[in-house]
């Protein structure tokens, strides 16, 4: 199993950008499927974006699409997550998590998860 690690929060005002990166361990990470989620204060973890084994197929939550993009490097074992166009409401710990069997519907078949990294956005 992987263990992952996220870098690249920090806060950033409305409108500007973030890039998140994931780093695994392990050499498996091509048969991981990666998605990025976060949880705000008071509220439940939601899907943010997933990217398959490859990184040639990708899904997003509606709130995000248009404005982020995931991607990775199975080479650098290294899954992104580039945020443009970054709204208060992007605010909250991101989190990425990889799904070793399968294709991913919900974050109950991820099986292992990152510590998590802040985003704050000001307004």
């Known amino acids: 199993q992987v263990q992952l690690v996220e870098s690249g929060g920090g806060l950033v005002q409305a409108g500007g950008s973030l890039r998140l990166s994931c780093a695994a361990s392990?050499?498996?990470?091509?048969?991981?499927?990666m998605g990025w989620f976060r949880q705000a204060p008071g509220k439940e973890r939601e899907f943010v974006a997933r990217?398959?084994?490859?990184?040639?197929?990708?899904y997003y939550a509606d709130s995000v699409k248009g404005r982020f993009t995931i991607s990775r490097d199975n080479a650098k074992n290294t899954v992104y997550l580039q945020m443009n166009s970054l709204k208060p409401e992007d605010t909250a710990v991101y989190y990425c998590?990889?799904?070793?069997?399968?294709?991913?519907?919900?974050?109950?078949?991820?099986?292992?998860w990152g510590q998590g990294t802040q985003v704050t956005v000001s307004s």
């Open positions: 998590a990889g799904c070793g069997r399968g294709t991913p519907v919900s974050a109950l078949e991820y099986d292992t």
């Open positions: 392990g050499r498996t990470f091509s048969t991981y499927y």
């Open positions: 990217v398959s084994r490859s990184g040639g197929s990708a």
